[in-house]
């Protein structure tokens, strides 16, 4: 049944009879009394296309209606109007566009974990960086110490021996001298010693200007070593360190920024060693000096006799007369006739005095030797007759010693050196900081996905005061470089061997990171 306009009831095509009638055998038509369904979704084919065989095949479902091919119509069974269900489609677009969310959302999420991850490992790294700088300039400064202090220990056993040798030139010098008193009964040996006395004379001041000149520039250079050690000790403090910290935090990243914990710093290893403090470098000065400058003598005994010549002398730092303070080098030289006591064959008296001579450098000198008391060595007593006659002639006196510099060294009362007063350690903690949100570019910072696909992360939003933390250590300690001797050697501002490590953070300096406005650590 149709309609009036061409459609089957129940149907949307356009439907016509058979024009061959009941037959189908090569007319395209199935079945008596049946109508044709024109397909409206056919394709337009060539004007001049191949016409295929007029018979439709009982199974066919579907063909294309060609123009200018008389019996190839497309026709549909009426009851096949629906397609089957293995042929439609649509059903997966839904589950499609689902699985095409998921995925954005996991690769969003995926580059925004990359680009945090990345950002931490930067940071991490220029914090290290800055702490273990900042350990190493202390070590650095340690080790500036120790060398300047040993150069002022040279430069001091330097004018200790210049004093040995102008001590023993003037003993020389005044040896000839009495030499040719002596001689004057005998006029030819007297006008040579005389010549002699000249020449040793001439020498001797010419020694001795040299000496002095010496003297001069050394203890200079002693006390600009001193004054350079506090400059040094200035670049060491919070404030110098801060700006080391940061500038190599800004060296990785202009947005990253270090800042040194000061409670780390609170405690200093070493202080100023002035004035009675100084015994130990005394002490240093004094064991560094050479055996012949320590204690030099000889005792001769004379053919034919029962008398011995004896020579003494000694270079030694001693304290002022007045002020107790020890600078003041002195040094002299003696030689006198013992003769040996008949009932103690061992033992001699000074019977005459044959040579003296002494040295004074002194920042303030006295002109006169150190006294002959209870407390001098025995070197001075065994010639001190000769001794005695050193004030009287062939003393020299320098001024321009400038005394013992007061110099740097560990401080006993620092909680470093109570803690191991014998490998005391320094500690110095860095905090590194991303301030600046958008410098971690993560999906919603660079603006990746949009609407329902718009990650929020927490540095987008960010408002406190750092967006990412990072802490690291520095331990400044004391070891010798491998490859020495076994022997130990404790620390000191006298050894440089001071070095740096990275150590762990502890927890009471981790807690000091919560002010900062952290995210995570």
């Known amino acids: 049944a149709t309609t009036t306009d061409g459609r089957e009831r129940g149907f949307g095509h356009p439907v016509f009879p058979c024009p061959h009638g009941s037959s189908d055998k090569g007319r395209g038509c199935v ?45 549909l069974f ?57 350990g190493l300039w202390r070590a650095r400064a340690f080790n500036y110490y120790a060398y300047s202090n040993r150069a002022i220990i040279f430069n001091e056993v330097a004018i200790a021996q210049t004093a040995t040798l102008v001590s023993y030139a003037g003993f020389i010098t005044q040896a000839v001298k009495n030499l040719e008193t002596v001689s004057r009964v005998i006029p030819p040996l007297n006008a040579y010693l005389r010549a002699v ?61 270090g800042y040194l914990i000061r409670g780390t710093l609170g405690e200093q290893m070493t ?18 000096l050479d055996e012949y400058s320590v204690n030099r003598g000889l005792t001769l005994r004379i053919l034919g006799t029962k008398d011995v010549l004896v020579w003494r002398g000694q270079t030694e730092m001693i304290r002022d007369h007045d002020t107790n303070a020890m600078d003041r080098w002195q040094s002299y030289d003696t030689l006198s006739i013992h003769h040996r006591r008949w009932r103690h064959k061992r033992r001699t008296r000074e019977a005459m005095p044959l ?3 002494g040295v004074e450098i002194a920042k303030d000198p ?32 320098a001024r321009a010693y400038l005394g013992l510099p007061a110099v740097r060294d560990l401080d006993e009362n620092s909680k470093a050196m109570r803690e191991n007063n014998r490998f005391p350690t320094d500690k110095v ?24 696909l718009k990650l929020k992360d927490a ?38 061997y001071w070095q740096v490590r990275l150590v762990g953070v502890d927890a009471q300096e981790r807690g000091m990171a919560g002010a900062l406005g952290t995210i995570g650590r």
């Not at 056919?42 to 579907?62: G, N």
């Open 31 to 75: 079945g008596q009394g049946r109508h044709l369904v024109l397909t409206e979704a056919a394709p337009l084919w060539p004007s001049t296309p191949h016409c295929p065989s007029t018979r439709l095949e009982h199974d066919v479902m579907r063909h294309t209606i060609r123009p200018g091919c008389p019996h190839t119509r497309a026709v």
């Open 78 to 134: 009426h009851r096949t109007v629906s397609p089957p269900a293995a042929r439609q489609s649509g059903q997966a677009l839904i589950f499609g566009m689902f699985l095409l969310v998921i995925v954005a959302v996991l690769t969003f999420y995926q580059f925004s974990t990359g680009q945090v991850t990345t950002a931490r490992m930067r940071l991490v790294n220029a914090t290290d960086a800055a702490a273990y700088s900042a």
């Open 197 to 257: 006395e000249r020449v040793v004379t001439n020498l001797n001041k010419a020694l001795r200007i040299m000496s002095a000149v010496e003297v001069a520039g050394r203890s200079a250079y002693i006390h600009a070593l001193a004054v350079s050690q506090d400059v040094i000790w200035g670049t060491t403090n919070g404030y110098v360190l801060n700006q080391l910290t940061n500038e190599v935090m800004k060296k990785t990243d202009e947005h990253f920024h």
């Open 271 to 288: 202080r100023n060693h002035s004035d009675e403090d100084r015994s130990r470098l005394k002490d240093l000065v004094q064991r560094s």
């Open 355 to 357: 040579a003296w001579s």
């Open 366 to 397: 006295k002109q006169s030797m150190d006294r002959l008391n209870g407390q001098a060595s025995s070197q001075k007593h065994d010639n001190g007759r000769a001794y005695r006659l050193i004030d009287r002639s062939g003393f020299w006196s």
């Open 429 to 452: 903690t860095v905090i590194g900081v991303i301030q600046k949100k958008n410098t971690i570019n993560t999906a919603d910072q660079t603006g990746l996905g949009a609407g329902r």
């Open 459 to 496: 540095f987008a939003d960010f408002h406190g005061d750092a967006a990412m933390v990072a802490m690291s250590s520095a331990q400044v300690y004391f070891r010798r470089p491998p490859g020495g001797n076994e022997r130990v050697e404790y620390a000191s501002m006298y050894s440089p």
